[in-house]
C-alpha cells in the first residue's frame, strides 16, 4: 500500500495541513543557512566508498548499460486489508445498482418485479428513492472512500525509482496522489545516516533517499524507500554502495544482479511475502521457534497472503512516459528537471480574522459619599435637630 507515500505528500499539499508544513520548512531553511546542521555535511556523499561488497540482489527489476531499475515503497508487504474493504465496497455497489434496476424496472413493466400483480404507486416511489440512495452511496465512496481504496486498489502495481548513469537523473514512479512521476538531479541526493550504525539498527528497515528542498529549490519534499526490507545495517549500505557505484563508476564496477525481480504477480510470491516476516528471526537461528510461529499463525498467513495477491491483481503495471524510456539513447533528448510549476500551487493559509472587539460600556462615575449614604441614616442624623427641647 502507499500510506506513508500518501500522507507524506497530504502533509505537504493539503490545505489544513499545509500551513503547519510551511512554517517547518521556512524554520528548516533558516536554522540550515545558518548552520546549524553542519553534521550533514559529515555524511557519506556520491563520490564516497562506503562498503567493499556491493548487492542490489531481490531489488532490482531492470540492469543494463543506460540505467538501473528498483523497486520503492516503504509498506508493499502490508498490503491486503484495504483489499478486503475494498471487496465489501464493490458488493454493496453491486447490490444497490442491482436493487436500483430491480426496482425501476416498474416503470418499462408496470408490473412488480418480485410477482405478476401490477404495481402500485408505492412500488414507483420506491424505485425513485432506490436511485437517489444509490447515487448518494456513490457520491460518499468517490469523495471520501477512494483515496482509501487506491492505496492499493484500481491504482499503479508498484512504485519504482530508475538511476540513469548517462543523463545523470533519478525518476520516480508513484501514484498522482503521492507526487506522480517526477525527474530529480543525482547530485542533489541525500542519504540517510546508515554508516556506522550497529548491525540490528537496520532489521526492518529500507534504504531512505531524499531531496532536500534547501538543495533541490523545490517546495515538496521528495522521498522514497529504495530496495527490500533489510536484515541488517549491512543490507543498506551495500545496496547503497551498489547503486553509487553503477552512477559515478559504471555497470562493470559493481556484480550484474543474480536474478532480476519479475513483474507477474504470481499467487506464491504474495505467500513469500506473508512469511518475510520471520525472515529476521529465522536468520537470527530461532528456526524452530519460527516453525511453530508459523504453524500457529498460517491460517492469519493465508488470509493475508490471499488479499496481497488480489491487491495486486486489481492494480496495473506502471508505464514510464516515452522520453523516459528513451533518455540515454543516442539521439534522444534528456527530459528536463521537475520543477515547481509540474505541481499545483501550494495552498494559502489566509490568517485568522480577529473577532471584532465589543464595545465597552461607559464606566460609572462613583456618588458623593453623602448622597449614598442610607435614608435611614440621614433621618437619625436630622431627628435631633427637629425634636423639641424635654421639660424638666
Known sequence: M?????????????????????????????????????????????????????????SIHGFNENYIELKAGATQAHRGLITYLSLMTLYVIYIHIKMTVLLNSVWFTGVYYSGRS?????????GLFMVALTTGVFY????????????????????????????????????????????????????????????????????LLLWDPAITGLPHLHLVFVGKTADGTSDL??????????????????????KLLGRVPWPWQSAMVSLNFFRPLWR??????????????????????????????????????????????????VPPLSA?????????VEPAKKKPQRARKPRKVDADPAEQAPKGTEQSQSEPASSPPQQT
Open 2 to 58: 502507499y500510506l506513508i507515500e500518501w500522507m507524506l505528500w497530504h502533509m505537504q499539499t493539503s490545505r489544513l495541513e499545509s500551513e503547519g508544513w510551511q512554517k517547518v520548512l521556512e524554520k528548516y531553511l533558516t536554522y540550515k543557512r545558518a548552520g546549524k546542521y553542519k553534521h550533514e555535511d559529515d555524511l557519506p556523499g556520491i563520490h564516497d566508498r562506503v562498503s567493499e561488497t556491493p548487492c542490489a540482489d531481490g
Open 118 to 126: 401490477p404495481a402500485t404507486i408505492g412500488h414507483y416511489v420506491s
Open 140 to 207: 460518499v465512496i468517490a469523495r471520501y472512500a477512494r483515496i482509501f481504496i487506491n492505496l492499493e486498489n484500481f491504482v499503479q502495481r508498484r512504485l519504482l525509482i530508475r538511476f540513469n548513469r548517462i543523463t545523470r537523473q533519478v525518476y520516480l514512479h508513484r501514484p498522482r496522489f503521492a507526487g506522480g512521476v517526477t525527474v530529480l538531479d543525482w547530485e542533489q541526493l541525500s542519504l540517510e545516516t546508515i554508516v556506522g550504525e550497529e548491525e540490528s539498527a537496520g532489521i526492518g528497515r529500507k534504504l
Open 237 to 258: 549500505v551495500n545496496l547503497w554502495e551498489f547503486i553509487r557505484r553503477y552512477m559515478e563508476e559504471g555497470p562493470q564496477s559493481v556484480p550484474a544482479p543474480q
Open 284 to 333: 537470527a537461528g530461532l528456526r524452530w521457534q519460527v516453525a511453530c510461529w508459523v504453524a500457529l499463525a498460517s491460517p492469519g498467513l493465508a488470509v493475508h497472503a490471499t488479499g496481497h495477491w488480489i491487491s495486486l491483481l486489481l492494480c496495473w503495471e506502471p508505464r514510464w512516459p516515452r522520453i523516459i524510456r528513451e533518455a540515454g539513447r543516442p539521439g534522444k533528448p
Open 340 to 348: 515547481a510549476a509540474d505541481w499545483p500551487p501550494l495552498p494559502t
